[in-house]
């Protein structure tokens, strides 16, 4: 069975800082995805990953791949209060998406 | 364009009631999805479909039920509503061949 683990759970950063968040799966898979919820809301797409070795980036977010290892991370460069928000995790097998429990990041000042 | 449509936002069932949660999408996507998500969790795939006529069960369908006879409505049908329903329910859509889920804004379900 396909499971996602995602840690840490809980993450309070300071502005400026960096962090990773790690997310680890059981199975291969056809693909991973980060979301992005803020509370109250629905999902926003980040990224999605595809191979081995994938590297997106956008702003300050970077997520990557590696298949051989089933880790992917989602890095956080100097961080800012707007990005604070829950950030999921999914891996897709045959159109079951299967999601991490989340990381609720919250950035202080 | 719209994209995905939920409808009701918020709905409040007593045990036992039933009710169908509507999903509509205007992008001509063939895949839809039905999932719920509860208090400080990842969601869970409920029902999915790739195409009219065509549903398929996901992780947690049991208590559920879904039909597709039309590409753009995926409406997900509660008969005996349980507390244990309790949860955020959202629909999401996408294109074949493409990996973006469009996700909607999500029903907040409540059974007491």
């Known amino acids: 069975e396909l499971k996602v683990e995602q840690n840490p759970l809980f993450l309070s950063m300071q502005e400026g800082k960096n962090y990773t968040i790690y997310c680890n799966y059981s199975?291969?898979?056809?693909?991973l995805y980060w979301y992005r919820q803020d509370p109250g809301k629905s999902l926003e797409s980040l990224f999605v990953?595809?191979?081995?070795?994938a590297v997106k980036q956008e702003g300050r977010l970077m997520a990557s791949l590696d298949t051989k290892a089933r880790l992917s991370t989602l890095h956080i460069t100097a961080a800012v209060h707007d990005l604070s928000a829950t950030y999921f995790c999914?891996?897709?097998?045959?159109?079951?998406?299967?999601f991490g429990a989340g990381t609720r990041l919250t950035v202080k000042p | 364009n719209a994209g995905v449509t939920q409808t009701p936002k918020f709905r409040i069932l007593k045990i036992g009631q039933s009710m169908t949660l509507q999903c509509a999408q205007d992008?001509?996507?063939?895949?839809m999805y039905w999932y719920r998500q509860d208090p400080g969790m990842g969601l869970k795939l409920i029902y999915y479909?790739?195409?009219?006529?065509?549903?398929d069960k996901g992780e947690v369908p049991n208590g559920y039920n879904v039909s597709r006879s039309t590409t753009e409505d995926f409406p997900l049908r509660l008969e005996l509503a349980a507390p244990s329903q309790t949860s955020v329910y959202f629909c999401?859509?996408?294109?074949?061949?493409?990996?973006?889920?469009?996700f909607g804004s999500g029903t907040r379900l409540t059974v007491v």
């Open positions: 999914a891996v897709e097998i045959n159109n079951d998406m299967r």
């Open positions: 992008m001509n996507h063939n895949y």
């Open positions: 199975t291969t898979s056809d693909r």
């Open positions: 999401a859509s996408r294109e074949t061949g493409n990996y973006g889920y469009t």
């Open positions: 990953l595809l191979s081995n070795g």
């Open positions: 479909s790739v195409g009219a006529g065509i549903t």
